[in-house]
């Protein structure tokens, strides 16, 4: 099989075009603006993606709307991570049977990771007659042919084989809002965590050029985006597989001085990459947010072994307590899996503990899932699912615990606060370790502005402030 990182050529990119213009003709034709519907499942990845799709369709003539009921296109932008994420798209693509029966000529893509496994693709092909189009990540440059074969030929398009990678620049874009903005680094795993699908449908870790990367930031600063999330599976490998000798903290360093006024994130880090360097780095430009997601899964090492993780406890301490060194007031987050195979309670406990030693800002907990082909959906896995789901509410309660003294300490401080949403009649932020803040103002003058915010009260999940 083909190992090597797959570019798209310009000539590449540009046969799509044709398509475009060609599917633009086919509508102009019928004096028809038509329709086009994209729904998202999953991470940060996956919007980054919808936004791609999105893109891609308007520049076929397809002008974007918020319900499948009507739409033209409807695009279903899937996750793969766990089965319950699978079941709902199943279910709902069931549901878009009789969105189709109103609407014969509605066209019904299915994309992302689920349509990265082969068992899906084969039930798509059987059981679920009324999608036209299914394509796994690698083909998401190809919407625009895909989407012309459909119409004019009248087929179903599978494009579901495993490749090992695919990078294409220059895909038009579609961003959410004018504010926060996503920014893909790199794409696909190579670490094979022994319960992830990922490695699996998204491919090897190939890395974008720095330059494509920076040239991408400098755009969306100078449009007048505020904060920016450089996003990878674990982009602290970003650059190995260049041999540019470019690393992540430069690629950063890099990013953190173009000129404006704007926050850098980035997510997700593998903790068995992550470099005191990176720690450095952060606390050396000041809009670098001061916030690391470091998804830790387990506190025990022997169940960190038996997810492939790399690292160990002391590891991941001694990675925190330097962060803290250099940076006194940064924000921790973690992914914690409760239950996987043959997790006893005192493994379990472990997590705990640990959760209690480092005290995250916020958690993002999941009960283990099996995936069919990953190595730990073999492994024996005796404990129920009762105890599972009473391990997880323990960790949960722990972890609101946590998170209300953490949120306690921030009342009477005032903090930066980017506001970017409303809810009701107050406006909404995000303070710069990602903790919701909410307060009254004018949206008209203080939308996607930076301001200082007096914090006068909190919940578990928010704080609640006075502008200054
Ligand atoms: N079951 C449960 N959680 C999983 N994750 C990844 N695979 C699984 C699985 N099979 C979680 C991990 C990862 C996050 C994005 O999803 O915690 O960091
Ligand atoms: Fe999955 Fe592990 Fe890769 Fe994250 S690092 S995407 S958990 S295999």
Known sequence: ?????????????????GYCQRIRE??????????????????????????????????????????????????????????HAEQRVFGNLGALTHTKRRHPSQKIFLCGCMAGQEHVAQRIRRSYPHVDVCFNPHHLWQVPEYLWRVLNRKERVFATEEVPGVIAEGLPQRREGKIKAWVSIMYGCNNFCSY?????????????KPEDVIRECRYLIEAGYKDITLLGQNVNSYGKDLGLGVDFADLLAEIAQIPGEFTLRFMTSHPKDASFKLFDTMSKYPNIA????????????????????????????????????????????????????????????????????????????????????????SMPDPTPKEEKN???????????????????????KTVRVLVDGTDGDLLTGRTDGGRLVRLPGDPEKLMGQFIPVHITGCTTWSLTGEPV
């Not at 998204?202 to 974008?208: A, D, L, M, N, P």
Request: with cysteine.
């Open 290 to 377: 001061h916030h690391f997601h470091l998804p830790v899964q387990s506190g025990n090492d022997r169940i960190l072994k038996e997810m492939n993780r790399h690292y160990d406890r002391a590891q991941y301490l001694k990675l925190v307590e330097y962060g803290r060194s250099v940076m006194p007031d940064i924000v921790f987050t973690s992914d914690i899996i409760v239950g996987f195979p043959g997790e006893t309670e005192e493994e379990f406990e472990d997590t705990l503990s640990l959760c209690d030693q480092v005290r995250y800002d916020a958690l993002f907990t999941f009960i283990y899932s099996p995936r069919k082909g990953t190595p730990a959906a």
């Open 390 to 412: 009473r391990r997880f509410d323990r960790l949960l309660d722990l972890q609101n615990r946590i998170s209300m003294e953490k949120h306690r300490d921030y009342v009477g």
């Open 1 to 17: 099989m083909e190992t090597r990182t797959i570019i798209i050529t310009p000539e590449q990119m540009h046969a799509q075009d």
């Open 196 to 208: 992830c699908i990922v490695p699996y449908v998204r491919g090897r870790e190939r890395s974008r």
């Open 26 to 83: 086919l509508w102009s034709q019928r004096g028809i603006t038509p329709t086009a519907y994209v729904e998202t499942y999953g991470c940060q990845q996956n919007e980054a993606d919808s936004e791609q799709i999105r893109g891609l369709l308007e520049n076929c003539g397809y002008s974007i709307c918020n319900q499948a009921e009507g739409a033209d296109v409807v695009v279903f932008n899937t996750c793969a991570i766990r089965e």
